[in-house]
């Protein structure tokens, strides 16, 4: 498959742990705040967002937190799976503006 | 319904030429992005178009351009091919265009090399 970033941080656990994923963001405007996932030789795929007056939101097995203190996101992921590896984007956006990415980080699930 | 399509996966040109690429939306949707993605950079925004009009533009040289058709089908062109343009060029549809709460949809991208 085709190689999304040859020099991303790394993340690696065990199958069946929970995952934490960060991610600094970059303007105290965003008002939106979204988690992307992409897998070899696909486009990004939306997992989960949150808006700038929620500082937390779950979905199936996933969790965003948002701290507009220190402007940090994080995606944890419960009981993860093999189908999770994957590269994670964390992105941003205010207003009618272009979606902003950070660099991402690649998940690797060890069974 | 079906996804966002682009064609063709992959290419391959030489430093000088111009290339072309295609995005077919998702049916109802109004907005199409074009971006960069490349291992040194990541993801960058190229452009927007919304209803056949640039909406919003990124940072790159006017060698990059786009256009919009009335049926939301999109086309990006860039010219003059340098090898740094060697990347993988992802195409997001939306319902309404970029911005808060509207969620994108992305295909699976058009891998292009520069030689």
């Known amino acids: 498959g085709e190689s999304v970033g040859l020099h991303l941080p790394t993340l690696s656990v065990q199958e069946g742990d929970n995952s934490i994923i960060n991610c600094a963001y970059s303007?105290?405007?965003?008002?939106?705040f979204i988690w992307y996932k992409q897998e070899s030789g696909k486009g990004p795929q939306f997992i989960i967002d949150i808006r700038s007056n929620m500082d937390k939101r779950q979905g199936q097995r996933v969790t965003v937190l948002l701290n507009k203190t220190v402007k940090h996101l994080s995606l944890q992921i419960a009981a993860t799976q093999p189908g999770d590896s994957a590269v994670y984007f964390c992105a941003e956006c205010s207003g009618n503006t272009p979606l902003v990415f950070g660099k991402g980080t690649r998940l690797s699930v060890i069974a | 319904k079906a996804g966002v399509t682009q064609t063709p996966r992959y290419l391959i040109k030489t430093r000088g030429q111009q290339v072309t690429l295609s995005c077919s939306p998702i049916s109802g949707h109004r907005s199409v992005s074009w971006y960069q993605q490349t291992p040194g950079q990541g993801l960058q925004f190229l452009f927007e178009y919304f209803s056949e009009t640039q909406r919003n533009k990124g940072n790159f040289p006017g060698r990059f351009s786009g256009r919009q058709f009335s049926n939301s089908r999109s086309e990006m062109n860039v010219s003059t091919l340098e090898l740094g343009d060697s990347a993988l060029y992802l195409c997001a549809s939306s319902v309404s265009g970029t911005g808060s709460y509207n969620e994108q949809f992305f295909g699976p991208g058009t891998r292009l090399t520069v030689l």
């Open positions: 303007n105290s405007a965003s008002d939106y």
